[in-house]
């Protein structure tokens, strides 16, 4: 069981928006700003998305964005691109843990 | 750009030790950045080992911590993970990271992976 809770799938049509969630608690989401978002496409490494709760790196799409509120974190990702079909993941610092990952969401693009 | 790239055998025998080294190119450990390893069971979610600070000092999941032995050696450019006393359950594609940042869970740069798989 992962320390932070994601759903299993999420999905859009592409041009639309999806939001994929990451729920966690005082000890972790809702303590720190030390929340990432990865990409992961079938085969490959994760991929940095999203860092410190809504910083892109350099070459990420500003098409992805990242917020949080209380203890749960949230990643958006607008104008859908066939492209972002893949496994998305969140990670934060938590106490008991310096780095947690939640489960996995599979965003599927209509 | 910070390249990285595993190494090590892909299949270990239960109750050995599994032993994975990391080769990093373009960037010089010793002038900083976290080095960590994650692993990911095949068709599973992501799980944290543990991270090395270029000065030696290391981080490490508690849920695996007996079993961690992580060690930089600046002269190769190279980090490296062991694990002790596998089982099954350790069966996964194995990754090394690095966290350039002040914080070592945003790893922005990735090695390919490798599989290893724990079996007599």
């Known amino acids: 069981q992962s320390a932070l809770t994601q759903p299993p799938s999420a999905s859009g049509s592409p041009g639309q928006s999806v939001t994929i969630s990451c729920t966690g608690s005082?000890?972790?989401?809702?303590?720190?700003?030390?929340v990432s978002w990865y990409q992961q496409h079938p085969g490959k490494a994760p991929k940095l998305m999203i860092y410190?709760?809504?910083k892109r790196p350099s070459g990420v799409p500003d098409r992805f964005s990242g917020s949080k509120s209380g203890n749960t974190a949230s990643l958006t990702v607008s104008g859908l691109q066939a492209e972002d079909e893949a496994d998305y993941y969140c990670?934060?610092?938590?106490?008991?843990?310096?780095?947690?990952f939640g489960g996995g969401t599979k965003l599927t693009v209509l | 750009q910070v390249q990285l790239q595993e190494s090590g055998p892909g299949l270990v025998k239960p109750s050995e030790t599994l032993s994975l080294t990391c080769t990093v190119s373009?960037?010089?450990?010793?002038?900083?950045?976290?080095w960590g390893w994650i692993r990911q069971p095949p068709g599973k979610g992501l799980e944290w080992i543990g991270s090395?600070?270029?000065?030696?000092?290391?981080y490490n999941n508690p849920s695996l911590k007996s079993r961690v032995t992580m060690s930089v050696d600046t002269s190769k450019n190279q980090f490296s993970l062991k694990l002790s006393s596998v089982t099954a359950a350790d069966t996964a594609f194995y990754y090394c990271?690095?966290?350039?940042?002040?914080?070592?869970?945003?790893?922005?740069?990735w090695g390919q992976g490798t599989l290893v798989t724990v079996s007599s």
């Open positions: 990271a690095s966290a350039s940042g002040n914080y070592l869970g945003s790893l922005d740069s």
């Open positions: 373009g960037y010089s450990i010793s002038s900083g950045s976290y």
């Open positions: 090395i600070y270029h000065s030696g000092r290391t």
């Open positions: 005082n000890s972790d989401v809702g303590g720190y700003n030390y």
């Open positions: 410190e709760v809504t």
């Open positions: 990670s934060s610092y938590a106490v008991s843990n310096p780095l947690v």
